[in-house]
């Protein structure tokens, strides 16, 4: 029902268009006039709307999930590894 | 290259400060100083061992990977230009380097991800169960075992997926700094990372619904 309307009025876009448009209208680059169809969808489509948000909010739990010390390797770093760094580099001369 | 202060996990506390400034270092550098050099490398190596073990899950591979990207930087110091920090410039090597790993280990082979990606109906009606609730980022990661729940769900990734989103969402970098990175188009980053994200928003959802115990 949904989808058969959308796609005869003016203005209006699909679920599956708006899929195309995320990644742009996220990033601030859509022009003005496809913003505000992709606004208008949003006001209208309830799964669309929740999608986004779950989207977003998938988003946040990535970057904070790596934020954490412990998805990192320990803090202290292995005496050997900067010796031998240190050792290689001094052992080629520059150039 | 815009001025990038650093990924989420790069804090400023650790750029060298302690009675030399970065020009300071930089000159050390250029000139061999042996003081110097071994500043410079405790001074960075921690964080950018961090960066390698998030791109590459490999201890080992991480640790070649950060004595590798060191020693080109030391060696290459002299074309550094000043033009970004020298930070910014040690995470490109840094992650330059852990791609080359990455494709010498496994290929970044074009992996199925078509199963996480989003369901439409026969009208392209999205089919999105409604949410009743929806649990919060910080709420989810203030258990430990969830924590590490989405740390190895961003692994389930198709690795070509995984990879852009990791560059582009954790290490902060610009889509046009990821299709040189990866050499691949701008267009096809914003493709991988559309479908990444998508499908990480589909192994995540019984955490953000509240469904698992
Ligand atoms: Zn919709």
Same mark, same amino acid.
């Given at each position: 029902?949904?989808?058969?309307?959308?796609?005869?009025?003016?203005?209006?876009?699909?679920?599956?268009?708006?899929?195309?448009?995320?990644?742009?209208?996220?990033?601030?680059?859509?022009?003005?006039?496809?913003?505000?169809?992709?606004?208008?969808?949003?006001?209208?489509?309830?799964?669309?709307?929740?999608?986004?948000?779950?989207?977003?909010?998938?988003?946040?739990?990535?970057?904070?999930?790596?934020?954490?010390?412990?998805?990192?390797?320990?803090?202290?770093?292995?005496?050997?590894?900067?010796?031998?760094?240190?050792?290689?580099?001094?052992?080629?001369?520059?150039? | 290259?815009?001025?990038?202060? +650093?990924?989420?996990?790069?804090?400023?506390?650790? !750029?060298?400060?302690?009675?030399?400034?970065?020009?300071?270092?930089?000159?050390?550098?250029?000139?061999?100083?042996?003081?110097?050099?071994?500043?410079?490398?405790?001074?960075?190596?921690?964080?950018?061992?961090?960066?390698?073990?998030? &791109?590459?899950?490999?201890?080992?591979?991480?640790?070649?990977?950060?004595?590798?990207?060191?020693? #080109?930087?030391?060696?290459?110091?002299?074309?550094?230009?000043?033009?970004? #920090? =020298?930070?910014?410039?040690?995470?490109?090597?840094?992650?330059?380097?852990?791609?080359?790993?990455?494709?010498?280990?496994? %290929? &970044?082979?074009?992996?199925?991800?078509?199963?996480?990606?989003?369901?439409?109906?026969?009208?392209?009606?999205?089919?999105?169960?409604?949410?009743?609730?929806?649990? +919060?980022?910080?709420?989810?990661?203030?258990?430990?075992?969830?924590?590490?729940?989405?740390?190895?769900?961003?692994?389930?990734?198709?690795?070509?997926? %995984?990879?852009?989103?990791?560059?582009?969402?954790?290490?902060?970098?610009?889509?046009?700094?990821?299709?040189?990175?990866?050499?691949? !188009?701008?267009?096809?980053?914003?493709?991988?990372?559309?479908?990444?994200?998508?499908?990480?928003? #589909? &192994?995540?959802?019984?955490? =953000?619904?509240?469904?698992?115990?």
């Amino acid at each position: 029902m949904k989808g058969a309307m959308l796609r005869k009025l003016p203005l209006m876009i699909t679920c599956r268009e708006f899929e195309d448009f995320l990644l742009d209208y996220m990033e601030g680059s859509l022009p003005t006039r496809q913003r505000r169809i992709f606004e208008v969808h949003l006001a209208i489509c309830r799964e669309c709307r929740e999608y986004l948000a779950a989207y977003r909010e998938t988003i946040e739990l990535g970057r904070q999930a790596f934020e954490d010390p412990a998805a990192n390797p320990p803090e202290d770093v292995p005496e050997d590894l900067i010796t031998a760094v240190l050792a290689a580099r001094g052992g080629d001369p520059k150039g | 290259m815009p001025e990038r202060q +650093s990924g989420v996990l790069l804090g400023d506390d650790q !750029t060298p400060s302690e009675g030399s400034s970065e020009e300071e270092m930089i000159a050390g550098l250029r000139a061999g100083d042996e003081a110097q050099a071994t500043r410079f490398v405790r001074a960075n190596i921690g964080w950018m061992r961090a960066v390698a073990f998030r &791109l590459l899950r490999d201890d080992g591979l991480a640790d070649d990977c950060v004595q590798d990207a060191l020693i #080109k930087a030391l060696r290459n110091i002299g074309k550094f230009e000043g033009r970004s #920090k =020298l930070k910014t410039w040690l995470h490109r090597i840094t992650v330059n380097e852990a791609l080359m790993k990455l494709r010498s280990r496994k %290929r &970044l082979e074009e992996d199925l991800i078509d199963p996480l990606l989003p369901d439409f109906d026969e009208n392209t009606c999205r089919i999105e169960a409604p949410w009743t609730r929806r649990i +919060s980022a910080e709420e989810i990661l203030s258990q430990a075992e969830r924590r590490q729940l989405v740390l190895s769900k961003i692994g389930e990734l198709p690795e070509s997926y %995984r990879i852009v989103l990791m560059l582009r969402d954790i290490e902060e970098l610009d889509t046009a700094e990821v299709a040189e990175a990866l050499g691949i !188009t701008e267009g096809n980053v914003k493709v991988r990372l559309h479908r990444a994200r998508a499908a990480l928003k #589909k &192994l995540l959802e019984p955490l =953000l619904r509240g469904e698992t115990p």
